[in-house]
């Protein structure tokens, strides 16, 4: 990683990640990885994270399932081993390259990248997190998500809530009622899916009533 990358230094406990002894366990990406702010990483807590797992292993339950990771390496390295197995990680930080499933990723270039051809039509689902918020970066998104998809391919995709038509109108996705707590963000964002979503339905205790 070059030295000029600036980092933010985040306790790994404002992300919850030693977990609490019980329901929750301990999250080994969020104890050991930074947050890169030139890359404009920020990490879900890890309940937040515990959520968008559960959803995804309830997805790609199947052992010839697949999921594509867009920028979201937290979840990723966040999975059981299994269902890692068949996944793939999609992102620009290469800090993660000698992973099998890294495959390195600028969203400028939406379906530009290695062994493209072998990848095309290959995944159940999509995982999105942008490094922005605007309509233009997930157009781009999008592009990349419907090449990788299969037909009907389940989509989750974390932004604000003012971004809910476009979700709507690009993704056919639907905010649901978890909301993602982003420790190190200063504004609220919302879980969006194309699915009828099993861990997304409850409330996060994480946060407030009043950013509902």
């Known amino acids: 990683m070059p030295h000029d990358v600036l980092m933010v230094f985040a306790e790994s406990s404002a992300f919850g990640a030693e977990g609490d002894g019980e329901s929750l366990k301990k999250n080994r990406f969020l104890s050991t990885t930074r947050e890169v702010e030139d890359l404009n990483q920020y990490w879900y807590s890890n309940r937040s994270i515990d ?15 697949t999921c594509a990771f867009l920028s979201t390496p937290s979840v990723y390295f966040s999975l059981s081993k299994p269902v890692r197995a068949r996944s793939w990680c999609f992102d620009l930080d290469e800090q993660w390259q ?13 379906t530009s990248f290695p062994n493209r051809d072998q990848l095309k039509g290959t995944f159940d689902m999509v995982v999105i997190d942008p490094p922005f918020i605007t309509r233009e970066v997930w157009e ?23 971004n809910a038509p476009f979700m709507k109108e690009l993704l056919e996705c639907e905010p649901q009622t978890f909301l993602p707590s982003i420790p190190t963000l200063v504004y609220q964002y919302k879980f969006y899916t194309n699915y009828r979503s099993k861990s997304l339905t409850v409330k996060n205790p994480e946060i407030p009533d009043d950013d509902d």
């Open 51 to 65: 959520a968008m797992v559960r959803d995804v292993e309830s997805v790609c339950a199947g052992d010839d399932t």
């Open 140 to 162: 781009n998104y999008t592009e990349t998500a419907k090449f990788l998809l299969k037909p009907g391919g389940a989509v989750m995709g974390s932004t604000i809530a003012e």
């Open 98 to 110: 000698n992973d099998r499933g890294f495959v390195r990723y600028d969203f400028n270039e939406p």
